[in-house]
């Protein structure tokens, strides 16, 4: 299994970007915690600076109280000596203090941010973005970074000023000496720079197979029940193996990276190390040094070696925070979903009905009510395309035929479709009135749940508009949308949470129980009274502590809870037996009774709850009618009825 491309860029095209560049866009952030961070790298530069003085202090020793059998002298060095070095320990100590709070603050307000935006976003980028992808951003990658802004960021800072301030004390010391250690810089400095290529390139494809990883862990525990029951527990495990296999092999090549980058930072510095001290110690024998200056120097060598040597593993570490950076602003670009549409364009071209179309006046509910369930001819039509004629004629439009629900020419494709490929649904005019239920029939795959979720805004029209009372949605925010607007889907969602969590999810924030007894009525959900815990029992991750039938009529509960002015239900009661469909079906009709209704169905059952039909074929409105009416005039819909056809009610 390969790593996902829509989610994911070309390792070879991100390896040419910065890494500074990228790891700059990280400051909004670190802006807020600045001080303490620059604080902690000043204290870190004076612990490190404070290890540069011990040999100084050892030349002093050597030159001074050993040469001259100074005892009290040498204790007093010692002395010296032992107090830098807790000053150093003190300080690098102080340095962590400084740094752990903010940089866990910096941290939690990362994933926060990802976590709202992730809810900003629109349906197709989630339908486009593997979770484990997601997942591992807010995860690994974010650990990344505060590990990075934690050790990296700081040192090397504080090693490159060590670096300097070390060389400068032994040039100060003994040029010449000085000279030879300065011999591996360039070098090395073409091996750093050789090393950050190519590791960006690797650590951008390690973190996106962690992702592609997570993913498959996700989806084989959420799918657990569909592995055991097929057998399949084999077949995810070797695919498992193959993508831990693939991980595995990039880490590798990581190690071998940093491997071969440490032996040339490890090795070349060790030798001039070596010669320094050949001819170091010929200048002692010769006289032109002192042995206090050799020590001195060989001292000072010695304790650059850690700040040099860890020019690789920083290295590393910076270049892995960069992908993680690059991979976390990646979701963070995405445009969230806007709460108003621009005005003008084709929308304005699209707000009045096209050309051929019917448009239905308004009725009053109580008379629509009325014909509910009748074998009468309902004399209202909804808008529908001219080729496609309804089977009763449309009357005359009235001066309120806005109101309700109305799509005015709707068309849809997929954002990520191609321009020249037909859309899923095309030239959509259909009104439902106040007050009124409109089913919508049609066949598998015909995008009756696309069109449902038009309303919404899940997914935006690619031309024409959608009116709630005459209101464009695109005109609307989101969230008085979605307050005006619940939604029931086929497949029921339940979260971690309680029945009593769940339900309410769909009323306002001062709802309480007996909103939430109203909706478990409608929903036939009492079973919730007879859990453990009754409406406060945890239903578990997805809700699959529970039945289908039980967490749709759960999902039916939180889409009734609000008492919504408009209703958007896709196949409600599909997992439900034959008697219990009856009693939710009676509830409904007492619900549908208030609100303006929506509702995909596939059953004459869930057919008679509505007012009219609407058939969908070939991405258009094709007929609209009562149920009987259709079934004698259209002989697409009967057929859909044929394998189901029940009694009337």
């Known amino acids: 299994m390969a790593t996902t491309p829509v989610t994911t860029k070309d390792p070879e095209k991100t390896g040419g970007r910065s890494a500074v560049r990228t790891l700059l866009r990280l400051w909004p952030y670190v802006r807020p915690v600045r001080g303490r961070l620059f604080t902690a790298a000043l204290v870190a530069v004076l612990a490190s600076c404070s290890g540069l003085v011990i040999p100084l202090v050892l030349k002093w020793m050597v030159d001074g109280p050993v040469a001259d059998r100074d005892s009290a002298g040498v204790w007093l060095g010692a002395l010296y000596l032992l107090l830098f070095g807790l000053a150093e320990a003190l300080l690098f100590g102080l340095r962590r203090w400084l740094v752990a709070r903010p940089l866990a603050g910096v941290e939690a307000a990362m994933r926060a941010d990802l976590y709202r935006h992730l809810q900003r976003l629109p349906v197709a980028f989630h339908d486009r973005w593997a979770s484990g992808q997601l997942l591992?951003?807010?995860?690994?990658?974010?650990?990344?970074?505060?590990?990075?802004?934690?050790?990296?960021?700081?040192?090397?800072?504080?090693?490159?000023?060590?670096?300097?301030?070390?060389?400068?004390i032994m040039l100060a010391q003994e040029w010449t000496l000085g000279l030879v250690l300065l011999a591996p810089a360039l070098p090395v400095m073409f091996v750093c720079w050789l090393?950050?290529?190519?590791?960006?390139?690797?650590?951008?494809?390690?973190?996106?197979?962690?992702?592609?990883?997570?993913?498959?862990?996700?989806?084989?525990?959420?799918?657990?029940?569909?592995?055991?029951?097929?057998?399949?527990?084999?077949?995810?495990?070797?695919?498992?193996?193959?993508?831990?296999?693939?991980?595995?092999?990039?880490?590798?090549?990581?190690?071998?990276?940093?491997?071969?980058?440490?032996?040339?930072?490890?090795?070349?510095?060790?030798?001039?190390?070596?010669?320094?001290?050949?001819?170091?110690?010929?200048?002692?024998?010769?006289?032109?040094?002192?042995?206090?200056?050799?020590?001195?120097?060989?001292?000072?060598?010695?304790?650059?070696?850690?700040?040099?040597?860890?020019?690789?593993?920083?290295?590393?570490?910076?270049?892995?925070?960069?992908?993680?950076t690059e991979r976390y602003f990646e979701v963070m670009d995405e445009k969230p979903e806007t709460q108003t549409a621009p005005a003008g364009g084709t929308r304005a071209a699209a707000s009045a009905p096209a050309a051929g179309t019917r448009t239905a006046a308004t009725a009053p509910a109580v008379g629509m009510r009325a014909a509910r369930g009748g074998t009468g001819g309902h004399s209202g039509t909804s808008q529908a395309p001219s080729c496609a004629p309804t089977p009763t004629p449309a009357p005359t439009?009235?001066?309120?035929?806005?109101?309700?629900?109305?799509?005015?020419?709707?068309?849809?494709?997929?954002?990520?479709?191609?321009?020249?490929?037909?859309?899923?649904?095309?030239?959509i005019d259909l009104h439902i009135r106040p007050g009124e239920s409109m089913a919508l029939v049609g066949a598998t795959g015909t995008g009756k749940t696309t069109l449902t979720a038009l309303v919404p805004r899940l997914h935006e029209v690619t031309s024409g508009r959608i009116t709630l009372d005459g209101e464009d949605i695109t005109e609307m925010p989101r969230e008085e949308l979605r307050t005006r607007v619940a939604v029931a889907f086929e497949e029921p969602t339940l979260f971690s949470a309680s029945v009593g969590e769940n339900v309410l999810m769909g009323a306002e924030d001062d709802a309480g129980q007996p909103e939430l007894d109203r909706a478990l009525t409608v929903a036939q959900a009492e079973f919730a009274h007879a859990l453990p815990q009754g409406t406060d029992t945890q239903v578990g991750e997805q809700?699959?502590?529970?039945?289908?039938?039980?967490?749709?009529?759960?999902?039916?509960?939180?889409a009734v809870v609000g008492s919504p002015r408009f209703l958007v239900l896709d196949d409600p009661l599909s997992a439900l037996d034959v008697h219990t469909e009856a009693a939710v079906e009676a509830a409904l009709r007492r619900?549908?009774?208030?609100?303006?209704?929506?509702?995909?169905?596939?059953?004459?059952?869930?057919?008679?709850?509505?007012?009219?039909?609407?058939?969908?074929?070939?991405?258009?409105?094709?007929?609209?009618?009562?149920?009987?009416?259709?079934?004698?005039?259209?002989?697409?819909y009967a057929h859909l009825m044929s394998g189901t056809e029940e009694d009337d009610r």
């Open 136 to 168: 591992s951003r807010g995860t690994t990658d974010l650990m990344l970074l505060r590990m990075f802004l934690a050790f990296p960021l700081t040192f090397l800072l504080v090693n490159s000023v060590t670096i300097l301030a070390g060389m400068a």
């Open 397 to 427: 439009p009235g001066a309120g035929s806005t109101g309700g629900l109305q799509f005015h020419n709707v068309r849809f494709r997929y954002p990520d479709a191609p321009e020249d490929t037909p859309p899923i649904l095309d030239r």
């Open 591 to 636: 619900v549908l009774a208030d609100t303006t209704a929506l509702i995909v169905a596939h059953r004459p059952s869930t057919v008679l709850l509505a007012d009219r039909v609407a058939l969908l074929s070939g991405g258009r409105i094709t007929a609209v009618g009562t149920h009987h009416e259709l079934l004698r005039t259209n002989a697409e």
């Open 195 to 324: 090393f950050e290529r190519r590791y960006s390139k690797v650590a951008r494809r390690a973190q996106d197979q962690v992702g592609d990883l997570t993913t498959v862990v996700e989806e084989s525990v959420l799918g657990i029940r569909i592995i055991k029951g097929f057998g399949r527990h084999r077949s995810q495990a070797r695919a498992f193996r193959e993508l831990s296999r693939t991980l595995r092999g990039t880490e590798l090549a990581k190690a071998r990276l940093l491997a071969s980058i440490w032996a040339v930072i490890v090795t070349l510095p060790e030798l001039a190390i070596g010669a320094a001290l050949v001819l170091g110690t010929v200048q002692v024998a010769d006289g032109h040094l002192s042995a206090g200056t050799l020590v001195a120097f060989l001292s000072t060598a010695l304790a650059l070696r850690w700040p040099v040597d860890s020019i690789g593993f920083l290295l590393a570490m910076s270049q892995e925070a960069a992908t993680a």
């Open 543 to 558: 809700g699959l502590s529970l039945s289908g039938g039980q967490r749709q009529r759960l999902a039916l509960a939180r």
